[in-house]
């Protein structure tokens, strides 16, 4: 699949690799924009008060399916959007879904260590599964569905419980999500 990442921090860059490791063909763009007609996804990976822009410096978006792996941390989605999800769906008239945004980027390089396979939570539109449930697996993750994208300000908020766990002494961390029997 030929896919395209907006932003060249841990969470893109790192998504970047592990998607270019598993035969993705993977275009890198930072903050400054560019083309990404060419790609059959479009991965958003800015820091949350940054997407407005971002996208506004991306050219051939509309229509891909695109993946908003954003967060909120001091800054909160643009005005008149419950999340920076639903934004994004806004301005790319396209399948959209929130994913990647409530995983530790310090520990993808330890996805293969796990002793079970961690999970992802996702939420988006159903015409964006496929793509997403198969970037998931690529980086080694198994996708857990979480509603439609009207869940994804819930999903962004998620990362406040997540964060609360690391500092109050687990540090980074994978989770699991399954059925009895997949534990």
Same mark, same amino acid.
């Given at each position: 699949?030929?896919?395209?990442?907006?932003?060249?921090?841990?969470?893109?860059?790192?998504?970047?690799?592990?998607?270019?490791? @598993?035969?993705?063909?993977?275009?890198?763009? #930072?903050? %400054? +924009?560019?083309? /990404?007609? !060419? $790609?059959?996804?479009?991965?958003? &990976?800015?820091?949350?008060?940054?997407? @407005?822009?971002?996208?506004?410096?991306?050219? #051939?978006? %509309? +229509?891909?399916? /695109?993946? !908003? $792996?954003?967060?909120?941390?001091? &800054?909160?989605?643009?005005?008149?959007?419950?999340?920076?999800?639903?934004?994004?769906?806004?301005?790319?008239?396209?399948?959209?879904?929130?994913?990647?945004?409530?995983?530790? &980027?310090?520990?993808?390089?330890?996805?293969?260590?796990?002793?079970?396979?961690?999970?992802?939570?996702?939420?988006?539109?159903?015409?964006?599964?496929?793509?997403?449930?198969?970037?998931?697996?690529?980086?080694?993750?198994?996708?857990?569905?979480?509603?439609?994208?009207?869940?994804?300000?819930?999903?962004?908020?998620?990362?406040?419980?997540?964060?609360?766990?690391?500092?109050?002494?687990?540090?980074?961390?994978?989770?699991?999500?399954?059925?009895?029997?997949?534990?």
């Amino acid at each position: 699949m030929k896919v395209a990442v907006v932003g060249r921090g841990n969470v893109g860059g790192g998504l970047a690799n592990l998607w270019d490791n @598993a035969g993705h063909e993977v275009t890198r763009i #930072g903050r %400054e +924009g560019g083309d /990404v007609s !060419d $790609a059959e996804a479009v991965v958003v &990976a800015v820091p949350g008060g940054a997407i @407005a822009e971002a996208l506004d410096n991306v050219q #051939g978006i %509309e +229509g891909k399916t /695109v993946i !908003d $792996a954003t967060n909120l941390i001091g &800054a909160a989605p643009p005005s008149g959007y419950s999340s920076n999800a639903e934004f994004v769906k806004s301005k790319t008239n396209a399948p959209t879904a929130k994913s990647f945004n409530i995983n530790f &980027a310090a520990l993808y390089d330890r996805i293969s260590e796990a002793g079970s396979t961690p999970s992802n939570l996702w939420c988006g539109d159903e015409e964006a599964r496929e793509v997403v449930e198969q970037l998931n697996r690529n980086a080694g993750y198994e996708p857990v569905y979480a509603g439609p994208l009207e869940n994804a300000a819930v999903q962004e908020n998620f990362l406040k419980l997540m964060f609360g766990i690391n500092q109050g002494g687990m540090g980074a961390f994978f989770y699991r999500i399954a059925p009895p029997d997949q534990l």
